[in-house]
């Protein structure tokens, strides 16, 4: 078990004038389980790297500190093997080639003996509910694959600091509640101290003993066991964007209006690249003859299981890749910009009327600042300035950009990414909105008030008429917004049609 102190400690990042954090006095005891919340942009995820030594002087991430941060009695960045990490993104904590290496790197880093290491790699794994082998590359994993791979290398470990950043959000259902019971048991086992940031707050309240709720640019604005800080200041967490069980959002939307089908996915199979990963190796069918139709004035929901295909099948929907077999191609009105399968699709014309949203934001940032990144899009279509200026500080005020504006978008926290990568692919406008757009985890890392925004913003867009297709395990999305489901298996898709509250 580790302790942690803070006092008066506070965080600037780099080319920021405001301060991520500051003010903050907090005491966490050795073994204690703290579940942290706050707004998107609170400093939950600044905060997290900080103790687990990133933000020091010589740190990873740069910036201005103030106060003091020690673990265990000393500074955070000289517990080496002390504490162990999971961030938001897991490719950036991905280092080997290999999985089976990619969990030993850690244990080899901290000296961990040979014989010891493969039999705390393969139990990590197994209990992550990993289904490949130690060989399997890590290049050819999808996102929620990573994740767990990622959570396998922090247990794997064993920290007496655990900090985990969202550790579920790429899961699905059953793989979340996979990693939750792994958590469960090791905290039993270990006596480990935990800080956790998770959005899906009521599923993981039985983890912890204690909440912390962090004020964007400030400190602690409540901090006591879960079932007392929701009761007291619920409806004010609320108010502020934390995610308070029971008092999850509720949209009223205007309903879909339906339309005819504008893209079709005919027979398509998708295989994976030769020679990715470590030697090489064979190419895997992710897809296989999968038959499905978009329809405009809807929102579909690609769903299933992680290493199911819903990324590789949304980004063949999109025209961003060619499949192995068959074709994906346009309908009634997107057919008549151009009638031939959408891989075939000058880039140009792809990007006009299909809009897309990667599952790393950072995958299509183009500028340096938030503000040119949104300016891009409308300033290529040949907008008139003041209509530019006009929509890009509309976007930034709706999707609370706006103090974000002049910094660069790889500075952002992950929520925040996640609404400018969204924001751009909106096109330049309500007249030059795209006829389809492709979306994958549009709601990764949203507060309530933002979450609200994206699924307003994304309904006004259905009831505009354009196909609203999305890769997604946000239950409430698909309660609240979705109007059909496509359910991605491998062999095919299964559709359920179903109509949202």
């Not at 406008?429 to 979306?439: F, M, N, Q, S």
Request: proline share 6%.
């Amino acid at each position: 078990m580790a302790d942690v102190n803070l006092s008066g400690w506070g965080w600037r990042h780099a080319g920021r004038s405001a301060h991520a954090l500051r003010g903050v006095d907090l005491r966490i005891d050795a073994g204690e389980r703290v579940l942290l919340l706050g707004a998107s942009g609170a400093g939950k995820s600044t905060l997290l790297h900080a103790l687990a030594g990133l933000t020091g002087p010589d740190g990873a991430i740069s910036g201005e500190e103030e106060g003091t941060l020690l673990v265990d009695g000393r500074p955070a960045d000289r517990g080496r093997g002390l504490v162990g990490l999971v961030s938001q993104d897991p490719d950036a904590q991905l280092v080997m080639a290999r999985s089976g290496d990619d969990v030993a790197f850690g244990l080899e880093n901290l000296g961990v003996e040979p014989e010891r290491i493969w039999p705390r790699v393969s139990h990590a794994l197994e209990a992550v509910g990993f289904a490949y082998g130690l060989r399997h590359s890590t290049g050819a994993l999808s996102g929620g694959e990573k994740q767990r791979l990622v959570v396998a290398g922090a247990l794997a470990m064993r920290p007496r600091l655990l900090l985990l950043d969202e550790p579920t959000a790429n899961l699905d259902p059953e793989g979340a509640a996979l990693v939750r019971g792994v958590l469960q048991r090791l905290l039993a086992d270990t006596e480990a101290t935990l800080v956790l940031v998770e959005h899906r707050v009521a599923e993981v309240t039985d983890l912890v003993d204690r909440v912390v709720v962090l004020e964007p640019g400030g400190g602690v604005v409540a901090d006591g066991p879960p079932a007392r800080v929701f009761a007291r200041h619920g409806a004010d967490l609320a108010a502020r964007g934390v995610w308070v069980p029971g008092r999850e959002p509720a949209p009223a939307l205007a309903p879909a209006p339906g339309g005819v089908p504008v893209l079709a996915a005919e027979g398509v199979t998708a295989r994976t690249p030769i020679g990715l990963g470590v030697r090489g190796g064979g190419r895997r069918t992710v897809l296989e003859n999968v038959d499905a139709e978009i329809r405009s004035g809807s929102a579909t929901a690609l769903v299933g299981t992680n290493g199911s295909g819903k990324s590789t099948l949304l980004t063949l929907l999109a025209g961003l890749a060619r499949p192995h077999r068959g074709a994906v191609v346009p309908r009634g009105r997107l057919s008549e910009a151009d009638s031939r399968p959408l891989d075939r699709w000058a880039a140009r014309r792809l990007a006009q009327h299909v809009g897309t949203v990667f599952q790393h934001a950072e995958d299509q940032f183009v500028t340096a600042s938030v503000r040119e990144e949104l300016r891009f899009g409308p300033r290529r279509a040949g907008l008139p300035p003041m209509q530019v200026e006009a929509r890009v500080d509309e976007l930034l005020q709706r999707l609370r950009l706006d103090t974000l504006a002049d910094v660069h978008p790889y500075t952002l926290s992950g929520g925040e990414k996640r609404r400018l990568s969204v924001a751009t692919a909106l096109g330049s406008g309500p007249e030059d909105t795209p006829y389809v757009l492709a979306l994958d985890e549009p709601t990764f890392g949203q507060d309530t008030r933002t979450w609200r925004e994206l699924v307003d913003l994304l309904a006004g867009l259905r009831t505009a008429g354009s196909a609203v297709l999305m890769a997604t395990h946000d239950l409430l999305l698909q309660r609240h917004f979705t109007d059909s489901r496509l359910l991605v298996c491998g062999a095919g898709v299964h559709t359920d049609e179903r109509k949202t509250e």
